[in-house]
């Protein structure tokens, strides 16, 4: 448990249940450590918005963001305490990041930090004012792609989003399956068709708006990977024809406005 690193904790519980008996229990409750239970899935955008708000209100700075799929592999908050002690620019960071590390792709850490496009939300240490000046995070994404367009959207507005070297995560993002192809073992990631639902819309959304190469090379990349390699293609190919076509109506919605 990392609460001794932080000064207030926020758990926000997105499903259908509420567990606070058993949260409390576990870690215990108390003005600085808290629990909200929505007792339903409102969608990790709208359900981090409310909690980055709330913590925002007390008067935290920066803030930390995890998902339940994740866990330290460095101490991250000794990282990112060094890098802002050092880091020349420090009003101009949206967002220090850690890398990612999971069985589909290994990290090396190394000595630093460095600016990126875009890095996964979980461990992202968030600047709480440069949030709330640019609407923060997307909602009509739902779940995916909130850090892809966070990351844009911010960048576009001139501040940075940077990757500490030494700041490690490991991650787990879907199942990993492995085939041969040409008697070489690839690894790829597999998700329930409604991921790729989710998936779909988004990158269609940050194709549109950001026109990046990398987004459209994902969505190229899950249409090959469903199309190649999973079984019940024809619902995976279903629901990733209604995330295109969501993708495009929020694309025409909200074109103006993000």
């Known amino acids: ?8 904790i926020l758990i926000i519980d997105n499903s259908p249940i509420n567990h606070q008996v058993i949260i409390s229990n576990l870690i215990g409750l108390s003005k600085d450590i808290q629990y909200v239970s929505y007792t339903e899935n409102i969608g990790l955008c709208k359900a981090l918005n409310q909690g980055i708000r709330k913590l925002a209100s007390i008067g935290c700075e920066w803030i930390v963001a995890f998902d ?3 866990q330290l592999e460095t101490n991250i908050f000794s990282v990112y305490r060094q890098t802002i002690a050092e880091y020349p620019d420090i009003i101009s960071v949206a967002v220090f990041a850690p890398q990612h590390s999971f069985d589909r792709g290994i990290k090396k850490i190394y000595s630093g930090y460095r600016e990126v496009d875009w890095a996964m939300t979980s461990g992202w240490l ?14 009509p994404l739902f779940l995916d792609g909130l850090d892809l ?6 960048r576009e507005q001139g501040y940075k989003v940077i990757e500490c070297g030494e700041a490690v995560i490991k991650h787990h993002p879907g199942e990993t399956k492995e085939t041969k192809v040409f008697n070489k073992t690839i690894k790829y990631g597999y998700a ?14 940050t194709i549109r708006r950001y026109k990046k190469i990398f987004d459209i090379k994902m ?6 990977k469903v199309i190649l390699l999973f079984d019940n293609k024809k619902t995976y190919i279903k629901r990733m024809v209604t995330g295109t076509k969501e993708g495009l109506s929020i694309y025409r919605k909200y074109k103006s406005v993000r």
């Open 1 to 8: 448990m990392y609460k001794d690193e932080v000064d207030k």
């Open 68 to 70: 339940a799929d994740s």
């Open 126 to 139: 968030i600047n709480a004012d440069i949030f709330l000046k640019n609407g923060g995070f997307f909602e």
């Open 149 to 154: 367009d966070y990351c844009y959207f911010v």
């Open 192 to 205: 329930p068709p409604d991921r790729y639902l989710m998936q779909a819309r988004c990158l269609v959304w």
């Open 219 to 224: 969505y190229v990349y899950k249409w090959v």
